[in-house]
């Protein structure tokens, strides 16, 4: 009796079975190495947020806002204000890790440092934003490796696949400008000054 039902279901089952082998076997399921990065790019951009639905009442890059701009904000309030900019006056609302990196890049000019943020990498390079005027370097396993930096665009040209052995250190990049200097430890974030407002 149990051997007849079970017969019930035994094609059904051979045929699911069958799916998936074939598909777990396919060339896309193979196990590739994880990268060194260990983050995905922010697939937003920022500072090109900014300037298209910020900048003309906030001047580029925030330049309208002051040196007093975000003194004494907490984070949770500066993340409210930012929100309601965006949905507001921005007529382009915010949600998620984009919220997130705007809030993030403000945070950036309150305490006068360069915002970066990686938004594609490649095989053979990688590629963001970056406050103009700034330098980009990528430090990658004692070697560092110049930016071309156009404007808020940056790129760094690499050997193909050479962030993809794990046993190398987490890639860092750094930005300067004026004398200051934001270091993104890219193990952790695709994008500086998350965190705390000061």
Known sequence: MISKSLKK??????TILTVII???????????????????????????YFDSQ??????PNGAHYGDDFG????EKKLRTIVDDMAAGPGEAPLEGAELAAQVAFHHSL?????????????????????????EVILE?????FA???D??????SLPENSLDDPAKDAPILIARREGSETRLDLSRNSYSHSGTVN
Not at 140 to 144: C, Y
Request: proline content about 7%; some cysteine; charged content about 20%.
């Open 22 to 48: 074939m598909t777990g076997c396919g060339m896309d399921s193979v196990e590739k190495k994880p990268s060194s990065t260990r983050v995905q790019p922010l697939t937003f951009s920022p500072l090109t």
């Open 71 to 74: 003194k004494g904000l907490s």
């Open 9 to 14: 279901f035994e094609f059904p089952f051979v």
């Open 147 to 149: 930016a071309e930096v």
């Open 151 to 156: 404007g808020r665009d940056w790129s760094i």
């Open 140 to 144: 990658v396993d004692g070697k560092s």
């Open 110 to 134: 309150i305490v006068k440092t360069p915002f970066i943020v990686l938004t594609k990498l490649e095989t053979n390079g990688m590629r963001g934003e970056v406050m103009p005027g700034s």
């Open 54 to 59: 910020c900048s003309r009442c906030h001047g």
